[in-house]
């Protein structure tokens, strides 16, 4: 185990803006820069949106979960704060579906087009196309050598395809963002800094002359993002994706902008956050080692070792995604090793 430095305290960070706009409202959180919230079916209850102006229109980021409550607030603030000024187009910074739930609602709606990279795009048409059969298949293939128990395995045919009940259809036409585009929005540009690990290929949009970064779910102010190994990239070691970004990020950005988070409260203190995100995955892999140095571990197994709350079905899974993250984040490392057991399960041990 190496020495770390210890993190900087998580109260680094301030919150301009400690109230958020109520339901079918809008907030301004900078000249021309709205601030909205769409309410989610989920612990985590409420995902943030946000509308810039774009000359005579608007410019959406993100679009909510495709459910009724979220659409009939959409039409709400279209008729509402929104009115009198066209859409010219919907930006989505990943597949997830609290943020492209709705495109192929709103781009058809509006006749306007998406923009998104492509990797996020193909990756979320490509799942909202699976029927329920084929993910729960690729699920078993994951979660079996996992050490996940029956009652699990049966959990997973009971759900299916969530995603796909999650989202409408998105749009077959695309236009596409990369890394370091700068987009004219209105009177400011918007850089693109794209960031992995979370998502395949997740947009933050960077505007420096009013300070602010619009970071998605790359970086939040109170929670960790969700780093997983999904059953659609069973191989995957998300989590060195995602710290290679965080220490980019780093390096990229100021330290003074207005982070734009799409969960929680506006903050300043960026690269504090990062920070602090980036030790708390050190701590969590010293744990994981340590974990395995008494026995070999499945990642079922490890699980509660890590994750020591109750968690619902949900959370259950995003848990149990991370976790395999984390194994095999080790073991690309070096500091584990996969052991193939008769029982068909694959277990983790501790290699120093
Ligand atoms: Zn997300």
Known sequence: MTQRIPPPAADDLTFPYPDPPPPGAVAAVAPGVLWLRMPLPFALDHINLWVLEDGDGWTLVDTGIATDATRALWDQVLAGPLAGRPVRRLICTHFHPDHMGLSGWLTRRLDVPLWAPLGEWAFGRQLAAMSDATFTSLCHALYRPAGCAPDDLALVETRGNVYRRRVTPHPYAL????????????????????????????????????????????????????????PTEPTADPLSLFLDSLTRWRALLPDDLLVLPSHGLPFRGLHARLEVLSHHH?????????????APL???????????????????????????AHLHHLEARGRLRRIMGTDGVTRFAATG
């Open 175 to 230: 236009t596409r963002l990369m890394d370091g585009q700068v987009l004219p929005i209105g009177a400011h540009d918007w850089r693109v800094v794209v960031g992995h690990g979370h998502a395949p290929e997740h947009a933050g949009l960077w505007c420096r002359d009013l300070g602010l970064l619009i970071s998605g779910d790359q970086v939040l102010p109170r929670i960790s993002p969700n780093v997983s190994v999904w």
């Open 282 to 294: 050190d701590a969590r892999l010293d744990e994981t080692e340590a974990e395995c140095r008494a």
């Open 298 to 324: 499945s990642a079922a197994a490890m699980l509660p070792r890590l994750f020591k709350r109750a968690l619902d079905d949900h959370q259950f899974f995003f848990a149990l995604g991370e976790t395999l």
